[in-house]
């Protein structure tokens, strides 16, 4: 079964810029999950989509970042315009039941952004 | 409000002897509690979770997990650990009301030859 497929693995950009992440969750997982991980700390939720609508994007600094799932599979995240604090590894996850009880988020590989 | 600690920033263990990464957690209601590892520039992998009745929980590359109800503690343990288990490794509990997961800060395992 193949995992969470994120792109790009790596970016760096200028502060001001625009970037985008894609991502693609496992086969069949309904629910999608953007993370934010600072170094050295755990990952912070910053969106979660089930199928292609919105549960919660209470984190999502919604004045510069924005996510979509259009069709329920795959998603992009997007800053813009990229602040230097935003220098972060972005996570995607994907779980297979909604997200209660003992559903298990299984994690794509990340994109390490670097914002100068 | 659930929440989850990993009291120790690092934990030093030399290669064969048993190890214990520590996780505590509070929560109201039914508490399901996870372990990721995470290698350098890698994302996180899940390593096992609780299921209600099981105290021992065995999970991958040889891992298990003891919850213990009255500790509110669920520690990850290794009988005998390897230099490739040296890692990031994270606590995680469900919040219940809104079914995120909170996380704890980590814990650097270093294992040592």
């Known amino acids: 079964e193949a995992g969470v497929a994120q792109s790009p693995r790596y970016k760096i950009i200028e502060k001001r810029q625009s970037v985008a992440f894609w991502c693609n969750p496992i086969s069949g997982h309904a629910t999608l999950y953007w993370y934010q991980q600072i170094l050295g700390q755990g990952p912070k939720l910053l969106i979660q989509?089930?199928?292609?609508?919105?549960?919660?994007d209470s984190q999502l600094p919604k004045d510069r970042f924005s996510a979509e799932r259009l069709k329920g599979v795959d998603s992009t995240l997007k800053i813009q315009p990229a602040k230097l604090e935003d220098s972060a590894v972005y996570l995607c996850?994907?779980?297979?039941?909604?997200?209660?009880?003992?559903?298990?988020?299984?994690f794509g590989p990340g994109t390490r952004l670097t914002v100068l | 409000a659930q929440s989850v600690a990993q009291p120790e920033d690092q934990v030093n263990v030399a290669e064969g002897n048993p190890l214990t990464v520590k996780c505590t957690y509070s929560?109201?209601?039914?508490?399901?509690l996870f372990w990721y590892v995470q290698y350098p520039n890698r994302g996180l992998q899940f390593l096992l979770k609780y299921i209600t009745w099981d105290n021992l929980v065995k999970g991958s590359y040889g891992f298990e997990a003891e919850f213990n109800k009255s500790q509110t503690s669920f520690h990850l343990k290794k009988p005998s650990a390897l230099v490739s288990d040296s890692a990031l490794y994270f606590c995680a509990v469900r919040e219940n009301s809104n079914y995120q997961l909170i996380w704890g800060a980590g814990t650097k395992l270093i294992i040592k030859p």
């Open positions: 996850a994907s779980s297979p039941l909604g997200g209660r009880g003992t559903d298990t988020q299984y």
């Open positions: 989509f089930q199928n292609n609508g919105v549960v919660d």
């Open positions: 929560v109201s209601g039914n508490p399901y």
